[in-house]
């Protein structure tokens, strides 16, 4: 069976997590924090989650771990078979993870844990949003889905990046990043109100808690 190493707070972990469950496919979640520890540099390399235990041995890279599991497991597919349409999917994640996620990302200590960042790192991220959100509906398509008319691997990194964007546009700049873009905040909307995007929403409200309790206490 496959071996989901991480925790439900990580969105990396949640995109995962919820492949597999559309996919429908069997697996075991395996506790697992990120950290330079003995433990945790056997799992992966750098110390990172999410990690796809499989009977080779480990998988790190989220982006790896999802076109692993579309190579290798059953269910429906989440990204297209024509190479051209296959590639313009992988290139939205590429985007929503080097343009959305990463300058917002720079911001999550303030926005999310009550740690001041320096006005200079906002400032840059500002405007690295807006200028990732405007190449997002450049790209995105939307209809009805990111890339096209299915559900894809896009979706899952349109819900669990776009989103912690969308609360730092709005905690620390008071901006919604998606008002120019109605049926990408609509999608996303639907996207969380999945069944199995809601199994995932109370697993990672449920381990909460003990998620912030060990940021406060590393503080």
Do not use: W
């Not at 697996?27 to 924090?33: A, I, Q, R, S």
């Not at 080779?56 to 059953?74: A, C, D, M, P, R």
């Not at 546009?169 to 809601?198: I, M, S, V, Y």
């Amino acid at each position: 069976m496959l071996k989901l190493y991480g925790f439900s707070v990580s969105n990396y972990y949640n995109m995962v997590k919820l492949a597999l469950l559309e996919k429908g496919l069997p697996f075991e979640e395996v506790p697992f924090y990120a950290g330079q520890t003995a433990q945790a540099i056997r799992v992966s390399p750098r110390g990172k989650v999410p990690v796809l235990g499989v009977e080779q041995g480990f998988i790190n890279e989220t982006s790896v771990i999802l076109e692993y599991i579309e190579q290798t497991q059953g269910g429906p597919s989440l990204l297209p078979s024509d190479p051209f349409q296959r590639a313009q999917v992988l290139a939205l994640c590429r985007e929503i993870e080097l343009y959305i996620e990463l300058p917002a990302r720079a911001c999550f200590a303030e926005a999310f844990f009550g740690m001041p960042v320096a006005e200079a790192i906002k400032e840059k991220s500002k405007a690295e949003l807006l200028l990732g959100i405007a190449a997002l509906g450049r790209h995105a398509k939307f209809a009805p889905y990111v890339a096209g008319d299915s559900f894809s691997i896009a979706d899952l990194y349109f819900m669990y990046s776009v989103n912690l964007a969308c609360a730092v546009g709005e905690k620390l700049f008071g901006l919604d990043l998606l008002a120019e873009l109605p049926t990408a905040k609509a999608l996303l909307e639907r996207l969380h109100a999945l069944p199995n995007a809601q199994r995932v929403a109370a697993d990672r409200e449920a381990a909460m808690p003990a998620f912030m309790a060990m940021i406060a206490a590393k503080k």
